[in-house]
């Protein structure tokens, strides 16, 4: 194996392939990457046996050859080499050898035939999004996902069609037990998945390395995986083997309480007001009453601090008690200048819309007062 590639372009390649590589795997196979030299492209490989990623790049190659390395060591050295320079790599033996500029270094490799294989997956079922698509979808909804182990099922997103018509609508729902997050998405074509749960590492990678790419990228879903292409990047993983919940159960149809109120100041006072309670579950109690929001906070050690917030609001007085946090995440996700709250009581879910994004939901569950 010898080639010469652009320091930029295998940069931002390794930077992709290395970001799920676990440099602490008890299996050192997998703590390297997988890189092959063939009719001037490169191929470069990485897996953690969840979730695996190959992409391609251009190079000028002399000879063709495969080998594995070190992912970390590898990703830094190309790094911090001079930009805009030509990095050369040569295999002899089992050193891969490194030129940039006037450094040299030396690599031990391992035998690509111990590398786990690459088997993309059969494209019958796959379906087209333009990127800004697919990263709004996860954007609107990878807040909500849980992070308690104990409730895998919960530990990404649920993914599904549902037949509106003669329209297929692709849905995006995730929860944690305290809140839930619900968008979707018409598509052109007809595609059937009957409910997958994406893994949560797998939306971060993609979170990571989308901004890198243009136009549209091809989703294939299987029983047990799934894959994202995007020009010459592919990112194939399993998904959650678990049964999510039936979480329109959950979403409230009788909340008859409506409330208006302008998103950035109702924010703001949230978050000047949770300041004074720094506890692990920071706590805001909300009394609508008389076209106006008043935010309490009370912390252990007795701070406390209030402030009003104009609203339209005309049903009955009510004072709800929530996690502060909870109510601001929304704060990325509702894109226009007022929001919408339908209540019921103090103890029943709160369902919160955006007037700007109908494809949108959030429920948030009160704490107990």
Do not use: W
């Not at 599904?160 to 809140?179: E, F, Q, Y």
């Not at 797998?202 to 047990?224: A, N, P, Y």
Request: hydrophobic share 40%.
């Amino acid at each position: 194996m010898d080639f010469r590639v652009s320091r930029e372009a295998f940069l931002r390649v390794l930077t992709h392939v290395s970001s799920i590589v676990d440099s602490r795997s008890t299996i050192p196979i997998l703590s390297n990457i997988y890189i092959k030299c063939e009719n001037n492209q490169i191929e470069i490989r990485s897996t953690d046996m969840d979730i695996s990623i190959r992409e391609f790049v251009s190079a000028d190659s002399t000879k063709n050859g495969e080998a594995t390395v070190n992912s970390r060591i590898l990703t830094d050295i190309i790094r911090k080499t001079k930009k805009n320079s030509i990095v050369k790599c040569k295999l002899e033996g089992s050193r891969l050898i490194i030129n940039s500029d006037n450094s040299v270094f030396e690599l031990n490799a391992l035998s690509a035939d111990e590398f786990p294989k690459f088997v993309p997956l059969d494209p019958t079922n796959a379906f087209e999004l333009t990127i800004p698509q697919i990263k709004r979808l996860f954007n609107k909804t990878k807040f909500a996902i849980s992070a308690e182990e104990t409730r895998y099922y919960l530990n990404g997103i649920y993914f599904h069609t549902i037949a509106n018509g003669s329209k297929t609508t692709l849905r995006c729902v995730a929860t944690d037990g305290h809140r839930l997050a619900k968008t979707e998405l018409d598509l052109d074509n007809t595609v059937n998945i009957a409910g997958i749960i994406l893994p949560r590492k797998f939306i971060l990678q993609l979170d990571r390395i989308l901004g890198d790419f243009e136009g549209k990228v091809k989703i294939i879903c299987s029983d047990t995986q799934v894959s994202l292409e995007a020009d010459n990047f592919i990112i194939i993983s399993k998904l959650i083997d678990g049964t999510f919940p039936d979480y329109e159960k959950v979403i409230p149809v009788s909340n008859d309480k409506l409330l208006q109120v302008e998103a950035d100041p109702f924010f703001n006072a949230i978050d000047r007001v949770s300041t004074v309670n720094q506890d692990k579950a920071p706590t805001v109690k909300l009394q609508f009453e008389n076209n106006n929001i008043k935010v309490m906070a009370t912390s252990t050690d007795s701070n406390k601090g209030d402030e009003e917030v104009a609203a339209s609001y005309a049903a009955e007085a009510l004072e709800i008690l929530f996690n502060s946090k909870y109510i601001l995440d929304l704060q990325d996700v509702i894109e226009g200048e007022t929001m919408m709250l339908e209540l019921l009581n103090q103890s029943s879910p709160v369902i919160v819309k955006d007037p700007k994004d109908t494809t949108s939901l959030y429920i948030l569950m009160p704490m107990r007062i």
